[in-house]
């Protein structure tokens, strides 16, 4: 057969072996369809230019004892760290990955004793001229192999896997977000517990006072002992709130400490101008979620990863061209081993392959991949449509609680006037002292509902705040720089 004929034969087969294998199949349930980026134009309200999200949290909480706690527990949370390990997984990955489509060279040596049987071709042949029997092998050289990437599967594989190392990032900045935000949250219930102690301690005072009163007027016997009696198991009752409110605070006090890394240690604090605090939250334009949430930036790298899959996983039905090759030096005598150029061995070969029969495992994999790629999809705008919600539900909820604490400000406000006037209506012998511990009573409730409600006003806007993707932005740092970090990986 001639050169030129088996040259001709040689390409009609890799033509047929490429047609075959080209025959990928259809998707039973179609190929994944593109995500719906579309949001409202805004939460409800007038659009908002201004975007609390783009606040480094050093800004957004000016308190310096608040600030102080969120850098230790940046660098110290165990969570996070694990966070960051698994995200450091994800980069060796990559290497991994770029490794498969690269040329490798190793170096290889080897010794060895090789028969044949007497009674074989190859042993006649080696008995007539006189080989020994036992024919000893020494080899020493370089051997080189490479996948030609032809059809990119190897690179959209490393290309996803980068994808996959970047959504770890994200998830590492959501992360951020989450321990901020419960920081912060953590910190408000502190103070708010500080200001409920004081609140309690002053209201012990007063009622011993109004205790001793009491007494007196018993003794002058303007009042029974019954009214001694009742007084002084509301002084009770607050005596023990006390003890409540301290054990609140210890449990809130370790909470942050576990956030922080470290061992029951004392948490600094102004509490103050608690009830002073107004921190302001503007929510921009919903289409700002997309860049600012790293949730929603996570679910939308891990779709551009599971759009490569497909496409790597469809190359496997393309036939594979594969390089080898060996150059060094072989010989059945040690002493030769070296000698140039007899002993030098090289030698080059090229492979096509194509799957052709049973292809049952490549196929299910690309079926899966499709799968995949769908359900990235709908996490993908899961994770748009509950950032909307996150932000909207947030707004509403700062507006119900601005209304309510202005009426429990007023209701804390009117308690105190009657408390003042119970007071004087009791030692003027004009009211019963049920008037007056009920007020008193109440007077406290209300007091200690207003704190709570600050509490809550001042949760939701950390919420907010975290629910625009504010809190995982260092200072300084514009958008911008953050889409340029993905050249990090590359």
């Known amino acids: 057969m001639s050169t030129m004929t088996s040259a001709r ?4 087969a890799l033509v047929g072996a490429a047609l075959l294998a080209s025959c990928v199949p259809t998707f039973p349930q179609g190929p994944a369809r593109a995500p719906n980026r579309q949001v409202p134009d805004t939460f409800g309200d007038a659009p908002e230019t201004e975007n609390s999200a783009r606040l480094d949290w050093r800004e957004f909480f000016a308190d310096p004892h608040l600030v102080a706690l969120i850098d230790v527990a940046l ?3 165990q969570e996070l760290n694990i966070n960051i390990q698994e995200m450091l997984v994800a980069s060796n990955e990559i290497m991994s990955r770029r490794g498969e489509y690269m040329p490798s060279l190793g170096l290889q040596a080897g010794a060895g004793v090789d028969r044949v049987g007497r009674y074989t071709s190859q042993g006649q042949s080696d008995e007539h001229h006189g080989v020994p029997a036992n024919l000893q092998g020494y080899s020493l050289g370089l051997y080189a ?7 990119s599967r190897l690179r959209n594989a490393a290309s996803a896997a980068r994808y996959r190392y970047l959504a770890s990032r994200e998830g590492r900045d959501f992360m951020v977000t989450r321990l901020v935000a419960e920081i912060a949250t953590r910190y408000y219930e502190l103070m708010a517990l500080d200001r409920q102690l004081e609140i309690v301690r002053n209201n012990v005072r007063l009622q011993q006072n109004a205790l001793e009163m009491v007494r007196l007027q018993q003794q002058a016997a303007r009042v029974t002992m019954l009214a001694v009696r009742r007084f002084e198991a509301q002084l009770q009752g607050f005596q023990s709130r006390q003890f409540d409110i301290s054990q609140r605070i210890v449990e809130a006090e370790n909470q942050i400490n576990l956030l922080l890394g470290r061992f029951p240690a004392p948490i600094e604090r102004s509490s103050e101008n608690f009830l ?9 334009m919903p289409a700002q979620l997309l860049q600012n949430r790293p949730d929603v930036r996570r679910a939308e790298l891990e779709l551009r ?4 899959d497909v496409a790597a996983a469809r190359a496997r039905f393309y036939p594979s061209l594969h390089l080898d090759g060996r150059l060094g030096y072989q010989s059945f005598d ?6 140039t150029p007899d002993s030098i061995l090289y030698g080059i070969l090229a492979g096509v392959a194509a799957p052709l029969l049973n292809r049952n495992a490549i196929t299910a994999d690309y079926f899966s991949s499709n799968s995949r790629q769908m359900q990235a999809v709908l996490k993908y705008e899961r994770a748009i449509l509950s950032a909307y919600l996150d932000v909207n539900t947030g707004i509403s909820l700062l507006h119900n609680i601005a209304l309510s604490y202005a009426f429990k400000a007023q209701q804390v406000e009117r ?11 009791f030692n003027s012998a004009r009211a019963d002292y049920l008037e007056v511990l009920t007020t008193r009573r109440d007077s406290l409730e209300a007091q200690v ?3 709570e409600t600050k509490q809550r006003q001042l949760t939701a806007t950390v919420t907010l705040y975290q629910a625009l993707g504010g809190g995982w932005r260092p200072t300084g740092r514009a958008p911008a720089a953050r889409n340029a970090d993905a050249g990090v990986a590359q």
Not at 277 to 283: I, T
Not at 334 to 339: C, G, I, K, T
């Open 9 to 12: 034969l040689c390409r009609l």
């Open 75 to 77: 660098a110290n949370n």
């Open 145 to 151: 192999s490479w996948e030609v990437d032809v059809w």
């Open 276 to 284: 002073n605090l107004q921190p302001v939250v503007h929510a921009g």
């Open 305 to 308: 990863a599971a759009e490569l």
């Open 334 to 339: 040690v002493r030769h081993l070296l000698d």
């Open 415 to 425: 308690l105190a006037e009657s408390v003042e006037i119970s007071t004087l209506l």
């Open 449 to 451: 509902d207003l704190i």
